[in-house]
């Protein structure tokens, strides 16, 4: 493992000489990924995802972002294509056909080598079928699995019937048919369920034990957010300010996201102002909400996870005394919705018994905006949340929304469609 102070190569025997530090500099290593029973972290590894997620230390992100971006850095490691499990059908079956079915044959006098590709093909089929289906793998891992099931599949029935010929055995025929048929039907099944949920390979405490011990030793991460002070301790605002309003407003369903976007400087670069459904910043939301309303122009652009509490968002906008209620103005949801996640791939889908009750509990007027197959997704106890994204791409998206809506209040759009009178607008693609 390389230094990152010194950039020296040391091997686990120059790490335990050294006590865990660089044999050339005496620097500390945070991690021995020899140590480490679950996943493996290095120094090298670790600085250079904390460098890509802040864009090279120039944009700010969230402790549970980077709990993402470490999760996909570790699963792409593991990760093997469409090719590789083709490739590793052939081997794994050819070598164990060739060394048990010719030894079997060699004992018995008749030849057992075809049997035993079966039964060898049937394994490999089920470990497939599981890794399609693994809630540890990401959505990119899991199509490779059903794809590669179909092609095992095909594989399987014209090799069978093939050899069944050569060998004249009807049964060896039926056999090869039906799990050739079998597999190729798994992976047609598995290639169209892409909404499997996941879960973490890393736990929120790993992370932050990682934290903790890498800033003890190379010093705090300036780029990396604390949690945000919700505590309401008013401010003044100079009276010349506050007579000024805003053309834009982006509303957050956590105060985690309305952080991430003032921190990062998005309300001084787009001239809008930023608040979370919560409140936050509660210091001066009050006085942004009398400035607000000043503008009879003012676009709210609604930013979520795509959860029940995040699409219920603009409903609870339109109907607080504190929000917009009894207001015209113009609300633009830019996601995340359940139809922009049926939509893409590679979305990192969680699911919970809370978000599937949450879901039931939805009001009317909200489950009417939605599709069934919107509904379904969401029952089914399925979220996307918006930190599973960098602060890049979440930056992109708004500037994208803000951008595709300027002709949005005279009927047009740049992507976007009007809903109903009350001015409700959506995208079908996040970004």
Request: proline content about 3%.
């Amino acid at each position: 493992m390389k230094c990152i102070q010194c950039g020296t190569d040391n091997t686990l025997k120059d790490r335990t000489e050294h006590l865990g530090s660089c044999k050339n500099c005496q620097h500390r290593f945070a991690f021995e990924p020899t140590q480490m029973p679950a996943v493996k972290v290095t120094d090298p590894m670790f600085a250079k995802a904390i460098a890509d997620l802040s864009a090279n230390n120039s944009l700010f992100y969230t402790p549970k972002q980077l709990l993402y971006f470490l999760d996909r850095r570790l699963r792409s490691k593991a990760s093997m294509s469409k090719a590789g499990l083709i490739f590793l059908y052939f081997f794994v079956t050819g070598f164990f056909s060739l060394l048990i079915g010719g030894f079997l044959s060699d004992s018995l006098n008749f030849s057992l080598i075809p049997w035993v590709a079966i039964v060898v093909s049937t394994l490999y089929v089920y470990l497939l079928y599981r890794s399609s289906r693994a809630v540890r793998a990401t959505a990119k891992q899991r199509r490779a699995s059903a794809e590669s099931l179909i092609v095992v599949g095909v594989i399987i029935l014209v090799a069978g019937i093939i050899i069944s010929i050569t060998i004249e055995s009807f049964l060896f025929c039926a056999f090869s048919i039906v799990l050739g048929m079998m597999t190729i039907y798994l992976g047609r099944l598995q290639n169209r369920q892409s909404e499997f949920s996941q879960e973490f390979l890393i736990g929120q405490s790993d992370l932050a034990e990682w934290l903790m011990r890498w800033q003890d030793i190379n010093g705090s991460i300036a780029q990396l957010l604390p949690p945000p002070n919700e505590q309401a301790t008013p401010i003044t605002i100079s009276p010349e300010i506050s007579t000024y309003s805003f053309d834009r407003l982006v509303v957050c369903d956590t105060a985690a996201i309305a952080q991430l976007l003032i921190a990062n400087n998005f309300h001084f670069e787009n001239n809008c102002a930023i608040l979370s459904i919560t409140g936050y910043p509660q210091s001066i939301f009050d006085t942004t909400m009398q400035m607000l309303r000043r503008n009879p122009d003012l676009k709210v652009y609604v930013f979520h996870d795509c959860s029940p509490r995040g699409v219920g968002l603009i409903h609870r906008l339109s109907n607080s005394e504190r929000w917009f209620q009894n207001s015209n103005v113009l609300m633009i949801d830019v996601g995340l919705l359940p139809r922009q996640i049926r939509a893409a791939q590679g979305m990192f889908i969680q699911s919970s018994a809370e978000s599937a009750q949450a879901a039931k509990q939805l009001s009317d007027e909200v489950r009417n905006s939605l599709s069934t197959a919107d509904l379904q997704w969401l029952e089914a106890g399925n979220f996307v949340e918006l930190e599973s994204f960098s602060p890049q791409r979440l930056i992109q998206v708004l500037n994208r929304g803000i951008a595709g809506t300027q002709e949005l209040g005279s009927g047009e759009s740049d992507g976007f469609l009007l809903i109903g009178d009350r001015g409700y607008a959506y995208t079908d693609s996040f970004g």
